[in-house]
């Protein structure tokens, strides 16, 4: 039997956390593979509203699906979709010594699921923030890297998901006109101004879903896993190019996407610092060639969505996320006209809790 309908709780007890999505501008799979990657957080996102109940009962409501669920705070058994990441997170606190004590949780917000704007990540901080505030600790005591450590576990272990650390890291680390060079080698997180200046990046739907644990995602993982056991290195970003090249097929292509891709995002940070919008555009085009041909993560639905996207005039477009689907990133100088259903993304703030 599911759990009775707990007490009311006292308005004292009410948080409101927002965790922001991410546009990942350019370095696709290279987290995982100890490379480097330019995200930015975006101002859609998910908001959690908590409120501490007396009872050990966390209830939560998911908005945009109309579900319910609750489970006692001690329970461990495993669960599916988005109940997966309310479990996740209560245990994955509690195991970092958080006191997690029995909530009502409503989750809503404005961010799509299963898109490339990474709806997941954006629900694991959202969920983090408003349980650490409801047990009256501050995000900074464990510090945010920790907190996207905590996400990423919930992810991997919880939900079945292989991802990296970039989302969570551009979730909680977001910066309002800025990207974010992150260095996975070393989780070195430097932001890098991203001013506009009247182009506009936009994302356009390839109205196919993708589901980060089904099974492409983490065979690719599982690829560049077994390109660093033949090649004798820790990661992939550390391999000589040269070295890639014996590398039986397709793990050479796979080598040689996270090489290329982290020169790209090198050559990205310069675009931005020299405010050249047109050299960005051609990099975002390059990537999603070698993300089409080295990585294979896209799909005859993304391709028709690039071209849509080019023939409208965009500087440059790529697949974004997991692949497989989702949304594609474009570039537009200020006289360019996107597609009238595209949707502009800005850089915004990181997760932080909401003042009514």
């Keep these: 039997m599911p759990p009775e309908p707990g007490p009311e709780p006292d308005a004292l007890t009410r948080v409101r956390a927002f965790g922001p999505g991410r546009v990942n501008l350019i370095?696709?799979?290279?987290?995982?593979?100890?490379?480097?990657?330019?995200?930015?957080?975006?101002?859609q996102g998910v908001i959690v509203d908590a409120a501490a109940v007396d009872d050990l009962v966390i209830r939560a409501h998911a908005l945009d699906l109309g579900e319910d669920f609750a489970f006692s705070v001690t329970q461990r058994e495993r669960e599916h979709g988005w109940r997966a990441f309310v479990i996740g997170m209560a245990a994955e606190l509690e195991a970092l010594g958080v006191d997690i004590g029995g909530a009502k949780l409503k989750i809503g917000g404005d961010l799509p699921r299963g898109a490339g704007l990474s709806s997941s990540a954006a629900l694991e901080v959202a969920l983090c923030l408003a349980l650490l505030a409801l047990a009256g600790v501050d995000a900074d005591e464990p510090g945010r890297l920790e907190l996207a450590r905590v996400?990423?576990?919930?992810?991997?272990?919880?939900?079945?998901?292989?991802?990296?650390?970039?989302?969570q890291l551009a979730s909680l680390f977001g910066e309002p006109d800025a990207a974010l060079l992150i260095d996975f080698a070393t989780l070195a997180v430097e932001p890098v101004p991203l001013r506009l200046c009247g182009w506009r990046l936009v994302v356009l739907d390839s109205a196919q879903r993708h589901e980060h644990a089904d099974g492409d995602y983490n065979k690719r993982r599982a690829e560049c896993a077994k390109a660093c056991e033949l090649l004798g290195v820790q990661t992939l970003s550390e391999a000589r190019p040269s070295a890639a090249l014996q590398?039986?097929?397709?793990?050479?292509?796979?080598?040689?996407?996270v090489l290329s891709e982290n020169e790209r995002v090198r050559a990205a940070v310069s675009a931005l610092r020299d405010d050249d919008m047109h050299e960005l555009g051609v990099l975002l085009s390059s990537s999603h060639a070698s993300l089409r041909d080295d990585y294979e993560i896209s799909t005859p639905a993304v391709e028709a969505t690039v071209a849509r996207l080019l023939d409208a005039g965009a500087a440059g477009a790529r697949i974004m996320g997991g692949g497989?689907?989702?949304?594609?990133?474009?570039?537009?100088?200020?006289?360019?006209?996107?597609?009238?259903?595209?949707?502009?993304?800005?850089?915004?703030?990181?997760?932080?809790?909401?003042?009514?």
């Design 247 to 257: 590398l039986p097929e397709p793990l050479a292509r796979r080598t040689r996407h």
């Design 151 to 167: 996400c990423a576990r919930v992810e991997n272990e919880w939900v079945g998901a292989q991802t990296g650390l970039l989302d």
């Design 324 to 356: 497989f689907g989702g949304y594609v990133l474009a570039l537009f100088a200020p006289d360019g006209q996107p597609p009238a259903d595209a949707i502009d993304v800005r850089p915004g703030p990181g997760a932080h809790l909401l003042v009514d």
């Design 27 to 43: 370095g696709e799979h290279t987290d995982y593979n100890g490379g480097l990657a330019l995200p930015f957080a975006i101002s």
